[in-house]
């Protein structure tokens, strides 16, 4: 286990530079392998997610090569094999093997993906997708068998708009016979990166970041350079420890109108914020004015920022509410949040955080990556030393995140025990 070690109270100036999104890394590996000829990405992050679909990738006896930020996947020699349970359940993105592994030789066989426990997160719209492409989903336990004789295309709707069924339909429906279209899809960024990378591959997919996606199989996808867009969650997080604790820090390549409904809901808060191209500039404030948010698909308020939202709404003075709308069980940062000195009540869905409050170092958990998160931006803030313990789940999605908070002043450290 892994435990850091954080001096808070301390002000950060300087610039942090955002890496390569983690949610579009973990589908870009695996959309690699549908190409016939080599892909080479960069701009991948440094995290252990990367590093787990990499493992994956070997024992699918792909050809991987790291340099750098750059990674280079050959599938020339690749075996399609049962991709065992200990790698399914190492993170939540391993479900992209299904619809690649899909899409490329018609079987995918592995186990139910692991991940944050922040809530069921069944698989069940992803596996409806690929038999209205035509396959066959056996199911053993936690073992997937999804095959088909033929892949064609298919009008989907998906019940919900979800990040994850939307780029798998489209892993699986790139190299299918005729038109796919999935209605009501996700709109995340992300999507846009994975369907521009497989474009460059060759297939034809439009609508990517629309809630029409509409995809035109092809039988071959050829050589592609791709790069990685900047981590918009990664970004939204310093951000908000810049609003903490900046004096003044700089957030560096960024792309603004990814993270428009967090910098909105900043201004309104009245956060100091200078917003550039690629760059956001804050700084902490002793005066802001209490905010609601509820979380929503993009464009909306990002699930994934909610957490490290509320150790800034512990700033605000008087009520603030947030609402959870996207996962049932992401508020497990908050009993950690009250060990610091936090006032917050949860009904339903629903945190309400009274503030402002003065926070102090004590020993918190990581129970998840972005409530890991959270814990880093409280424990930056609170007086006094705080102990997160579980830190692995945030190595999982920030790069470098020891470094890049020494650089800027702060006195962070991790260590395996
Ligand atoms: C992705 C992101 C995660 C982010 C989430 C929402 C990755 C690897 N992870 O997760 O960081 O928090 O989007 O922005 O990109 N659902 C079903 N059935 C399904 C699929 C989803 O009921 O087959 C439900 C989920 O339980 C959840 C909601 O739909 O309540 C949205 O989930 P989804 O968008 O699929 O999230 P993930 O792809 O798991």
New binding site residues.
């Given amino acids: 286990m892994k435990i850091m070690e954080i001096e808070g109270g301390k002000d950060l100036s300087g610039t942090i530079r955002i890496s390569g999104a983690k ?1 579009a890394t ?1 589908a870009l590996i695996p959309a690699a392998i549908l190409s016939d000829e080599e892909a080479t990405i960069c701009n991948i992050p440094e995290i252990t997610d990367t590093e787990a679909l990499c493992d994956i990738l070997s024992y699918l006896n792909v050809d991987v090569k790291r340099a750098s930020e750059s990674i280079i996947i050959n599938p020339s020699n690749m075996k399609n094999i049962e991709i065992k349970e200990e790698f399914s359940k190492k993170l ?2 391993s479900y992209y093997f299904m619809g690649a592994l899909l899409g490329k030789y018609k079987k995918a066989v592995m186990y139910f993906p692991g991940g944050c426990s922040i ?8 596996l409806k997708g690929f038999e209205a492409l035509g396959a066959i989903v056996k199911n053993e336990k936690n073992k997937y068998i999804v095959e088909a004789d033929e892949l064609h295309g298919a009008n989907i709707y998906l019940d ?1 708009a ?4 939307t780029i798998n339909i489209m892993l699986a429906a790139v190299k299918a016979k005729g038109i796919t279209v999935i209605d009501n899809a ?1 709109k ?1 960024p ?1 999507i846009v990166n994975v369907a521009t990378f497989l474009n460059n591959m060759g297939a034809k997919i439009t609508g990517a970041g629309t809630s029409t996606i509409k995809i035109e199989g092809v039988d071959y996808l050829h050589k592609c350079f791709h790069e990685v867009i900047p981590d918009r969650i990664e970004a939204g997080t310093y951000i908000i420890i810049g609003a903490l604790c900046g004096n003044p820090l700089k957030i560096d390549n960024v792309i603004p109108e990814h993270i428009d409904a967090l910098l909105s809901k900043l201004e309104e808060m009245g956060v100091d914020l200078e917003v550039g191209a690629d760059y956001v500039i804050t700084s902490k404030n002793k005066n802001y004015i209490s905010t609601n948010i509820k979380t929503a698909v993009y464009p909306g308020f ?3 920022l909610q957490q490290p939202f509320t150790v800034l709404q512990t700033q605000c003075n008087g009520k603030s509410k947030t609402t959870e709308t ?2 049932e069980n992401r508020f497990m940062h908050v009993p950690y949040l009250k060990e610091l000195g936090a006032d917050v009540e949860i009904k339903n869905q629903t945190a309400t955080i009274l503030g402002p409050s003065t926070l102090k170092g004590s020993q918190v958990v990581a129970t998840d990556l972005r409530a890991g998160a959270s814990m880093v931006a409280a424990g930056l803030k609170a007086e006094g030393t705080t102990t997160i313990t579980n830190a692995e789940h945030i190595l999982r999605g920030y790069e470098q995140i020891i470094e890049k908070l020494t650089n800027v002043g702060a006195k962070i450290n991790i260590k395996e025990i």
């Fill in positions: 949610n973990v939540r993105a809530g069921a997160r069944p698989i069940d719209l992803h919900i979800s990040v994850g069924a996700a995340e992300e990002p699930t994934d996207i996962f």
